[in-house]
Every structure is written in structure tokens, then in C-alpha cells.
């Protein structure tokens, strides 16, 4: 009846028409039967799986940079840190030696000769001996047998020189030897390493009184070590062994494994005139 | 170059055994650190290159300790004579064997140190001090000497490479 042309045509036109009436309607009514609603519960759920990755992406790409620039400057600070650390620690050690060579100083000014402060530069290879070398040696003044003091007491004897090093023998080593007295009784003795962190008194007469936390004190007899010096305190005393000694045990006052510096005195005082023999011992207990 | 070595050698660890081990808070009693050191050149080095360093370090290592003149010289010697003669018998390459060679040398010069030493007043106390002092430094040996023995049989080995030589026969123009 109609051409395909025509129907064409007025289909075209119902459609134009259709589409006018509906946005004439729509203009007055937003919501056109929840229609809307609807499509948007639809696409909701997309475009906010869209949006959230999208936003994800970006997140992770913000916090990518975001850690590549923070690993940088924790690097960075990093190493800021490790070097003030380092400069921290040299301060201390400075501020440490600082502190112990004004000790050794003010102590050097009571002592009575003339003394030298020297370094440890190197400990004895063997475990079997105690003696230490010692930066300062016969250009110095240092010769063979002069003592070496700490502000805590008594270190040692040089046992050797070279023209800029000696080698100092620690009182705890097996050949050490120095005249002694207990403090508080003036009981004398001998105190001599052992190799080991004690030392012993030896010949402390039977009969006279020693006692745990005695002090032991340098006796300047020996011609070594001046008079006064604090050598240990008395840690142990045994009775067994001897009938005319007690077996004294000292631990020294001074710590041989921190000693860093110690101060040699150059011209020892002239040792007192040694006491004559007592004959007060007895083997009668 | 071999005798630059061999001082070099020596030497740094002569230093490192009285300058840095006592500074080491775990470290009480290292053993010689020199043992070893013996051990390789007295195995795998010819005598008449090694000997002088051996008597160098011994005299070294005495003037450093406050022992008797003599006493690392002699262990030193002792020790280098003992591992040539062991080595013609034995494949010293093996590293369980030099950490066992090694063991036997600290030992060997402990007991030396204790027989020139050891005869204080007091026997007892000083033979216990010896065997805590010879125990600790076999467990640093059994530590560090599998470290030491593989240092050992690397520098051998690579020495070894550098002195093989082509065999005359093979090389090109050579008539057979």
C-alpha cells in the first residue's frame, strides 16, 4: 500500500515527535518513573569499581614516588646519622681521654719524680705472659726498671726500651715482684703476679694480722715504686701450705684489661732505709 | 713478590694478634695467630724461600712478648720442622686435616710455654690456668681455623695455577 520510502519517512517523523513529547515531559517530571534510578543502580557499581581503581592506580603510583623519594632521604638520612654517630663517638673517646689524661695530670703532680705519660699501643702475643708496649721509650727518658703508676695504684716495671717504644711488665705477670705492706698493720710481704687477673702477697709472716679488704700498699723498699702506692686489696687468705707464711691473694686495684695510659716516673724517689730484720716469727700456731 | 707476601703476611696478622684481638670483649685468650701462617708455608712453600721468614717472625713475636728471648722462635721452628716432615706423608691439603694440624699446634706450643714456665710454686693453679687458656684457644680454632685452612689450600691452589708451566713437548714449533 505504502511505498518503503514513505513508511521511512513517517516512521522518522513519529520518532521526532515521540522524542519532543517525552522531553516536553520530562522538563516538567526529573524523575520519569524511577527509570533513572534504576540505571543508575546499575552503573553504580561500575563506575565505582572504575573509579576506585583508577584511584587505586593513582594512589599507587603517588606512593611509588612517594617511597623512591623517602628511601632516598632515609638513605640519605641515614648516612647523616651514621656519620654524626661517628663524630658522636669521637667526642666521647676525646671527651674520655680528655678526662682521664687530666687525671693522670693532677695525679702526676703529687707524684715524686718527674713522670711521663705514655700510651698502649700493643699487648704481650702470648697468653702466658702480662706485658704491654708502650709508646714512649729511651728518646723519651725511659729507661729500664722505672715504674709505671695509674691513678688507681701500681701498673708495672719497664723490662725493655727501643729508642721510641718500651715494653712495660704488667703486676700480674709470673715475674713480677714488688715489695709490699698491708695498710692497716704494715704486715710486708711480696707481691707477685701470676699471670692470671690476682696476685699474691707472699711472706706475710703467720703471725701477722691480714684480713679480707685489706688494702696493700707499696713498701718504696724495692727502690722501684714510690711509697704509699695503692697496689690491690686482699681478697682471700689461706692458712694452709706454709708454717711460717699465709697465702695472701690480692686483686689488683688496677683493671690491666681497660688500661689505656699509663704515667712512668722518670726519676724514682730514693727508697727509705729498709727496716731491720724482726725475729718474731715462730712455727707455734 | 712471594717474600713481599710472606712479610706482608706475617706481619699484619703479628699485628693483629697484640693490637686488635686484645680489644675483641669476647676474645680472653686468642691462640697464635702466626700458627697458621706457619703451618702454610712450612706445607705448601719451598724451605729455602720460607725458613728466613719463620726465623724472622719468631724473633719478631719475642721481642713483642715478655717471655724468654726464644720461646716463639723455638715453637716456630719445632713447628715448621714437624709440618714439612708430616707433609711428606700426608696430603696437607685436606681442611679438616690443617684445622686438626693447627689444633695440634697450639697445643704443641702451649705445652712448650707450660714446660719453660710451669714451674712455679704453685703447680696446681698453674696447670688449671694452662688448660682453661689451651681450651679456649682450641675452640677458636675450631671457629675461626676452618676459615684459616681454606685461605690456606685458596692461596696454594692459586699460586699453584700460577706456576704451571706449558711442557716443552706441546708448545707450537717444538719437535717431539
Redesign the interface.
Known sequence: MFSKKTVLILAGILLVTLNILLLAITIRRPAFYGLNRAMLAFAAPFQELASRSVTAAEAVWRDYFALVTAARENQALKRQLDQTLRQNTQYRELELENARLRELLSFKRSLPGAAIAAEI???????????V?LDKGAADGVQRGLPAVTTRGVVGQI?EVSPHQS?L?LMI???SAADALIQRTRARGIVKG???EECYL?YVLYEDEVRVGDEVVASGFDGVYPKGLLIGTVTAVNFQGSDFFKEVKITPAVDFDTLEDVLIILKAAPPPPAPPPAPRYSNTR | MNYFLYIASGLSL??C???IV?RLPVVT??F?LLLPWVIYIAAFRPVHETLPFVLFMGVL?DS????PFG??LTSYLWLFMAVRLTATVIRAENPLLLVFIIIAAVVGQ?AL??AV?GT???DS??LA?GVR?VSE?IGWVLLVGPLFALAMRRTHRLSSRRHIRKPVDLQPGAEA
Open positions: 699501643i700493643g699487648k704481650d702475643p702470648s697468653a702466658w705472659f702480662r706485658t708496649i723490662v715494653k711488665m705477670d709470673r715475674n701470676a699471670s692470671s707472699d | 703479628a699485628i694478634q697484640t693490637t686484645p685468650h686468642s697464635d713475636m713483642l712478648s715478655g717471655g720461646l716463639f702451649n710455654f707450660f714456665l712455679g710454686d704453685d693453679n698453674a690456668a687458656v684457644q
